[in-house]
């Protein structure tokens, strides 16, 4: 499926991001990680922080030109700081991105692993508006502070994930006369080393999810949607969220509207 291609993932250390690699080289794929901490499980790697702008414009440099792919896979849950989760999941994952267009090659495909935290985007327009200004130069800890991200509740993680799944809609044509498509994936609760992050934060509502599904997915139910995404059977997908969480987004879906 991916024989020949090169495919770069983030968060590759761990998780999601180290399945995902297993399986795009399983495919036939080259996959070039990187990460915040070593791993030998791709087939390059790269070492960066995606909170750090100069990291990441170092990494951009550095970082070979002609993938066909790059997976947005690292992340931080909710336990970490406001600051530190709105800049990896979301100012960090769209400055590698933005600065990795022009050495993507032609119809490269694009997947960023947004979450089920991501579904009430609707409800905080102006508020994910305000999210999406955000660049490293802004004041982002002021925004943190002002917006009660640093409150208890993790309000932090699913503004970044809902501007990201924003992000990604907005972008559905930016790059269309090169070919290159980009997509969010949305997984509901994975069982990887930051699931009791999102439990211990989450608290009771964490519990009533956990209830109503029959088990956590794992990185093997999300790492062949991602390979999906960055497939040419995914050609036509463009500014889409791919829901992959056991149907807890229909579940939510179908409570909201008495189906
Ligand atoms: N596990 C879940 O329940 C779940 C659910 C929905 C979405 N997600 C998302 O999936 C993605 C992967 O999560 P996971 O569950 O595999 O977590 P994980 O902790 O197993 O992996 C995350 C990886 O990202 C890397 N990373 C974190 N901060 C970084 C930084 N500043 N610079 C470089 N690398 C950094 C970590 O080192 C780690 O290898 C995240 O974006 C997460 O938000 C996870």
């Known amino acids: 499926m991916h024989n020949g291609k090169t495919i770069i993932v983030t968060g590759v250390a761990s998780g999601i991001g180290a399945e995902t690699c297993k399986v795009l080289k399983s495919q036939g794929a080259t996959v070039i990680g990187v990460d915040r901490n070593e791993t030998d499980i791709a087939d390059q790697f790269f070492k960066a922080d995606l909170s750090d702008p100069s990291s990441i414009d170092a990494l ?7 993938a066909d792919g790059l997976a947005n896979v ?16 979301l100012i960090g ?13 032609d119809n490269a495909s694009i997947a ?10 609707a409800s905080a327009i102006e508020q994910n508006k305000a999210a999406l200004a955000l660049d490293f ?3 982002i800890a002021g925004f943190c502070a002002e917006n009660g991200l640093d409150q208890p509740g993790g309000r932090s993680y699913f503004l970044s994930k809902e501007s990201l799944v924003i992000w990604t809609m ?17 997984p509901g609760p994975v069982d990887t080393p930051i699931l009791k992050d999102f439990l211990e934060t989450l608290g009771e509502r964490a519990e ?3 209830k ?22 995914a050609n036509w997908l463009r500014g889409a969220n791919i829901t992959s969480d056991g149907g807890m987004s229909s579940h939510i879906l179908c409570g909201m509207h008495d189906l």
């Open 208 to 210: 009533e999810d956990m």
């Open 93 to 105: 994952l769209r400055r590698l991105t933005v600065g990795l267009i022009t050495k993507l090659a």
């Open 74 to 89: 690292a992340g931080v849950p909710p336990t970490a700081p406001a600051e530190a989760v709105m800049k990896v999941n």
């Open 137 to 139: 130069d802004s004041d």
């Open 170 to 186: 907005q972008n559905r044509w930016t790059w269309r006369d090169r070919g290159i498509n980009m997509n969010c994936i949305s």
């Open 60 to 66: 951009i440099d550095t970082l070979p030109a002609g």
């Open 212 to 233: 109503v599904m029959d088990r956590p997915g794992t990185p093997r139910d999300i790492a062949p949607v991602v390979s999906f995404a960055l497939g040419a059977g």
């Open 112 to 121: 960023n692993l947004a979450s089920l935290a991501g579904f009430g985007w």
